[in-house]
């Protein structure tokens, strides 16, 4: 599926979701308070997001974007589900609600979705942008539509980070001639930078893990000849 129909997609999306919350939140208001409606939509309008995300998994290759099944919705699915009906019946602040919510779409697309800490990064960057502009939306309207269509509508623009430093030069080298030396020299030197620090974190974790069953070794020879 290209990236424009994916992104028309996700805008399509977003105004569903908005619309659904603004729904929800007019109904729920009438049966509860405003922290309790709070508190009940921001865990749903959070789930629906992620059931949206997790129907496909679209993994960038040299074809384009295919489907790709993954297993492990079911088990992050469990874990959501068990914390956000802990954090309600606990009575948990708003701000907990928000934040967990916002670590748990995060947290989804990292694993089932980016590949690199750079695109991770960038990820969260634009979590916290959209986050900022649903406060202002709030602000300077108090229109819960705006603010979730707002929230979503910058959600929609998450397919367009690269998934590894290969695409980040496929970008930079579509760009003018008189931009595209420069940038590509950054996006190489980030790139080679974060891979530098990737491939030594997980060499200390070999090399730790090494000495682990090096001494766990060790001492069992010495429980035996002792």
Known sequence: MPVNRLFLQGILVALILSLSGWILYWTLLFYFSFTATMNLLIPAMGFCYM???????????AAGLRKVYQSGFFTFYALYLV??????????????????????????????YQKKFMSMLLDGCLILLSLAL????????????LSLWGFFL??????????????????????????????????ES?????????????????????????????????????
Do not use: G
């Not at 919510?101 to 995060?106: E, N, R, Y």
């Open 83 to 112: 914390i956000t009906i802990s954090m309600l019946l606990w009575r948990n602040s708003l701000a907990m609600h928000i934040l967990f919510q916002l670590f748990s779409i995060w947290l989804f697309r990292s694993v089932f």
């Open 154 to 187: 910058l959600q929609s623009l998450w397919i367009f980070i690269p998934s590894s430093c290969h695409s980040i030069h496929q970008f930079f080298s579509k760009l003018p001639e008189q931009y595209r030396t420069t940038s590509n020299y950054h996006s």
């Open 190 to 226: 980030l790139c080679s930078t974060f891979d530098q620090q990737e491939r030594t974190a997980r060499n200390a974790i070999v090399k730790l893990t090494l000495s682990e069953q090096a001494i766990h070794l060790t001492s069992e020879q010495t429980r035996r000849t002792s």
């Open 51 to 61: 059931l949206f995300l997790s129907i496909y998994k679209y993994d960038t290759d």
């Open 134 to 145: 649903t406060f202002f939306i709030v602000l300077r309207t108090h229109n819960i539509f």
